[in-house]
Every structure is written in C-alpha cells, then in structure tokens.
C-alpha cells in the first residue's frame, strides 16, 4: 500500500506539461470550506502555489488560506500559553517534590510547545522543505482527469469514497487510498473504465518491518519494529501514477472529491526491501488514453497499467 508519496504540489507544473487547466472553482471552493472549519488537509506545497495569485480567482483562494493561517496561528499561540503554564507549574511541583504526575505532565507539555512553535515556524517560513509537498491518507493533492476533451487539474482527497457509499466508509475501510489492481473489476468496478486519474510523484513511502527489511527471522527480534521506508526512482523521473477517483453527493453536504492510487505486485527491489505493494506509474504516451477510458474495453486499460514505467526504486530509511 502506498501510504504516503511526495507529489507535485503546484498545478502549474500540470499545465506546463501536459496543456492542463486548473478547475479554480473547485479550489477555490475546497479553501474557503476550510477557512469557514472544514477539517481538509492541504499540504503547504498546494497553498504556496498561491502564494503570488494573478487573477481574481487566485487572490480569492489567497485570501480564504491567508484567513485560515491567521486563525491557525491564534490557536497556537493559545496552546502555547496553556502549555507553558503547565510546565511552569510541573516545574514549581517538582521542586518540592517529585512525583509521577507532575513528572509526566513536564514531559507532555514540553512536547506539546514544541510541536505548537514547529507547527508556527511553518506557517510563517516562505522557504520550500520536501515535506510540505508530502501526502497522507485524509489529505488533498492536485490530480489531472479529463473533461470535454480537456485534461483539467482538481483537487481530490487521497482516500477514496465511492458514490452512494455512507459518510461513515471513511472509518470502516480505511484502506480505501490504494486501489488494487487484482481488485478493479471487484470493489472498484464503479470507477475502473469510467474515472480515472494521474497525480505526479517524485517518492513514495512503505512501511516495513525491520526484520524483513533486514531479512532476518522474526524470532531472532525481541520485538519486530516498523520503518518506514523512501523509494525513489535512481533515475530520477516523476511518476505518473494510475488513480480511480469519485464525485460523493449527498443532499445538505459539499461534493468530496477523492481519489485512490491502482497498486500492484511489487518490483523485485521493493520486494527484497520487505514490502508486497507498488504504485503504478504509467507510461507519459499513455495518459490521454488511460484519461479516456471505456468500460467497455478494460482490456486497453489493463495494458496500459501493464505496460508501465519501471524504473529502479532505490530504497532508504525516511528522515
């Protein structure tokens, strides 16, 4: 399963390659969302391409993203202020005394300031780190679909919830971020032939266990770790990686778009790393076809997953 990627935040890279457009309405209505207290997650690579708007569209996003870090920030500098003065008081007690309680407490509220001053320190720096362009499962990426003719650039959910599905699928099946390929014409049959969608990715991550990662027996472990693992092409290339997508509708409530990531039977080299899933990025050639699809010539769309990019992953413990 690939549980978390390195994409190509800003959409803009999309239309330089591939002549895309940007659906603004869609963004600008998933930031506004947000700012009014939804709980989407956009990675701060996807606010930054904001960050210099040029058309009115634009300079309503920034502001919707101006408006949510604004609060953001005042909530943190809240937490701040409680936290600090639990240590302040841990600290006091433990002067005279030293007790569990309070030794516990010193330690959950220096963490806590931490993450709080981290967590500013991100919403202020204007410099680009690889991890604001990193995804998890519950957070939004740009992916490229086609409309009318037109590939078009929209932001989607990286966790797929099928049309019709209740809002509670989300909790109940969790895995619903990877789309296996053994199971297109099963669980994702309403999509496979009839949305389908690219996101580009520079890296993805796996978690693994130590002992396979190390290839050694589970027993010879006092306890088996989880790692978690950083693939990345040796040479270098972005991955156009196959998604399904869906348009969820409910009467009172906003569309969610939200996508999941085809996976399949590994490379040798993912293998022997101690995983048995892989993403699976296609071929650039193939991509108006595999955006056009029919449901009733699957056979063209499994070739083109079959005939995919295959890079050599290189592998090493994530920072």
Same mark, same amino acid.
């Given at each position: 399963?690939?549980?978390?990627?390195?994409?190509?935040?800003?959409?803009?890279?999309?239309?330089?390659?591939?002549?895309? +457009?940007?659906?603004?309405?869609?963004?600008?209505?998933?930031?506004?969302?947000?700012?009014?207290?939804?709980?989407?997650?956009?990675?701060?690579?996807?606010?930054?391409?904001?960050?210099? *708007?040029?058309?009115?569209?634009?300079?309503?996003?920034?502001?919707?993203?101006?408006?949510?870090?604004?609060?953001?920030?005042?909530?943190?500098?809240?937490?701040?202020?409680?936290?600090?003065?639990?240590?302040?008081?841990?600290?006091?007690?433990?002067?005279?005394?030293?007790?569990?309680?309070?030794?516990?407490?010193?330690?959950?509220?220096?963490?806590?300031?931490?993450?709080?001053? #981290?967590?500013?320190?991100?919403?202020? #720096?204007?410099?680009?780190?690889? @991890? /604001?362009?990193?995804?998890?499962?519950?957070?939004?990426?740009?992916?490229?679909?086609?409309?009318?003719?037109?590939?078009?650039?929209? *932001?989607?959910?990286?966790?797929? @919830?099928?049309?019709?599905?209740?809002?509670?699928?989300?909790?109940?099946?969790?895995?619903?971020?990877?789309?296996?390929?053994?199971?297109?014409?099963?669980?994702?049959?309403?999509?496979?032939?009839?949305?389908?969608?690219?996101?580009?990715? /520079?890296?993805?991550?796996?978690?693994?266990?130590?002992?396979?990662?190390?290839?050694?027996?589970?027993?010879? +472990?006092?306890?088996?770790?989880?790692?978690?693992?950083?693939?990345?092409?040796?040479?270098?290339?972005?991955?156009?990686?196959?998604?399904?997508?869906? @348009?969820?509708?409910?009467?009172?409530? *906003?569309?969610?778009?939200?996508?999941?990531?085809?996976? /399949?039977?590994?490379?040798?080299?993912?293998?022997?790393?101690? +995983?048995?899933?892989?993403?699976?990025?296609?071929?650039?050639?193939?991509?108006?076809?595999?955006?056009?699809?029919?449901?009733? /010539?699957?056979?063209?769309?499994?070739?083109?997953?079959?005939?995919?990019? #295959?890079?050599?992953?290189?592998?090493?413990?994530?920072?």
């Amino acid at each position: 399963m690939c549980y978390s990627a390195q994409i190509q935040a800003d959409y803009r890279r999309y239309v330089k390659m591939f002549g895309a +457009h940007m659906d603004i309405e869609k963004f600008a209505r998933l930031y506004f969302e947000r700012a009014e207290g939804s709980k989407a997650k956009i990675p701060k690579a996807v606010d930054d391409a904001f960050r210099d *708007p040029q058309t009115d569209a634009e300079r309503q996003i920034k502001a919707s993203i101006d408006r949510f870090n604004t609060e953001q920030a005042s909530k943190l500098e809240q937490e701040l202020f409680k936290q600090r003065t639990r240590l302040a008081d841990a600290e006091r007690t433990l002067q005279t005394k030293t007790t569990k309680a309070a030794t516990e407490s010193k330690r959950i509220a220096a963490d806590k300031i931490e993450a709080s001053l #981290r967590r500013l320190e991100d919403i202020k #720096r204007t410099e680009s780190k690889a @991890r /604001d362009s990193r995804i998890f499962p519950g957070t939004y990426a740009p992916v490229m679909v086609q409309e009318n003719g037109e590939f078009v650039v929209k *932001p989607m959910r990286y966790q797929c @919830r099928l049309a019709g599905k209740p809002a509670n699928y989300d909790a109940r099946y969790p895995g619903t971020y990877n789309a296996r390929r053994d199971n297109l014409q099963g669980f994702w049959k309403p999509c496979f032939g009839y949305t389908h969608g690219v996101m580009l990715v /520079d890296v993805f991550y796996e978690n693994v266990s130590r002992a396979k990662l190390e290839g050694t027996l589970l027993e010879t +472990h006092e306890k088996d770790e989880n790692v978690v693992l950083e693939f990345r092409p040796s040479n270098g290339q972005l991955m156009h990686v196959a998604c399904l997508w869906s @348009r969820w509708s409910k009467p009172g409530e *906003p569309d969610l778009l939200s996508f999941a990531a085809i996976t /399949d039977e590994p490379p040798s080299e993912v293998e022997a790393a101690g +995983h048995d899933r892989c993403i699976v990025p296609i071929k650039p050639e193939n991509i108006a076809a595999w955006l056009n699809p029919s449901a009733s /010539d699957l056979k063209t769309m499994y070739a083109i997953l079959d005939d995919r990019d #295959r890079p050599y992953y290189e592998h090493r413990l994530a920072a």
